[in-house]
T-cell receptor, first 112, second 114 residues
Framework: GQQVMQIPQYQHVQEGEDFTTYCNSSTTLSNIQWYKQRPGGHPVFLIQLVKSGEVKKQKRLTFQFGEAKKNSSLHITATQTTDVGTYFCAGRSGAGSYQLTFGKGTKLSVIP | ETGVTQTPRHLVMGMTNKKSLKCEQHLGHNAMYWYKQSAKKPLELMFVYSLEERVENNSVPSRFSPECPNSSHLFLHLHTLQPEDSALYLC?????????????FGSGTRLTVV
């Protein structure tokens, strides 16, 4: 079945440093979504990418979808303590598919 | 408040108990989901109800039984659970066919089986 691998599993950064998490799928995806889960919280939807090579920005967050639509990345510039949490990617193999396969997530810690 | 409300927030139950988790969405979405979140594992899709159609993950044990009486309410009935079923159970909703929108998750029920 479809697998979505996410690295790294953990990342500790000094406040102000950049952070990147990578997501790789075993199959071509129709779209990919990113979620953030704060400690003790629930996943919150950040963004969806659909087109090959797509790049989207939300303030300090930059999301990319690979040309082959099998990988994606989330980059945070100049991390802040409010960025702490676990970032999940979730891929969908077919546009009408019910199955949204989540990666294990990257847990980000920011040292003030 | 996310628009998806789950109760209870915490539940401790014995292996012989029967309990139910409740989820209600106030967003007018047409699909609802149950996910299981265990430590060090990816979010695992358990059940989907979309436009009155039910889709399930065949690996989910029969001791978990979903019920969706209408498009706004979703239940997960639990019976004779095992300690390894202890996890965070998340309900989510979405609007299928509406591009660009992800899932809205509830705050979850933290389940402990003793």
């Amino acid at each position: 079945g479809q697998q979505v691998m996410q690295i790294p599993q953990y990342q500790h950064v000094q406040e102000g440093e950049d952070f990147t998490t990578y997501c790789n799928s075993s199959t071509t995806l129709s779209n990919i979504q990113w979620y953030k889960q704060r400690p003790g919280g629930h996943p919150v939807f950040l963004i969806q990418l659909v087109k090959s090579g797509e790049v989207k920005k939300q303030k300090r967050l930059t999301f990319q979808f690979g040309e082959a639509k099998k990988n994606s990345s989330l980059h945070i510039t100049a991390t802040q303590t409010t960025d702490v949490g676990t970032y999940f990617c979730a891929g969908r193999s077919g546009a009408g598919s019910y199955q949204l396969t989540f990666g294990k997530g990257t847990k980000l810690s920011v040292i003030p | 408040e996310t628009g998806v409300t789950q109760t209870p927030r915490h539940l401790v139950m014995g292996m012989t108990n029967k309990k139910s988790l409740k989820c209600e969405q106030h967003l007018g979405h047409n699909a609802m989901y149950w996910y299981k979140q265990s430590a060090k594992k990816p979010l695992e899709l358990m059940f989907v109800y979309s436009l009155e159609e039910r889709v399930e993950n065949n690996s989910v044990p029969s001791r978990f039984s979903p019920e969706c009486p209408n498009s706004s309410h979703l239940f997960l009935h639990l019976h004779t659970l095992q300690p390894e079923d202890s996890a965070l159970y998340l309900c989510a909703s979405s609007q299928r066919g509406l591009p660009g929108y992800g899932y809205t998750f509830g705050s979850g029920t933290r389940l402990t089986v003793v």
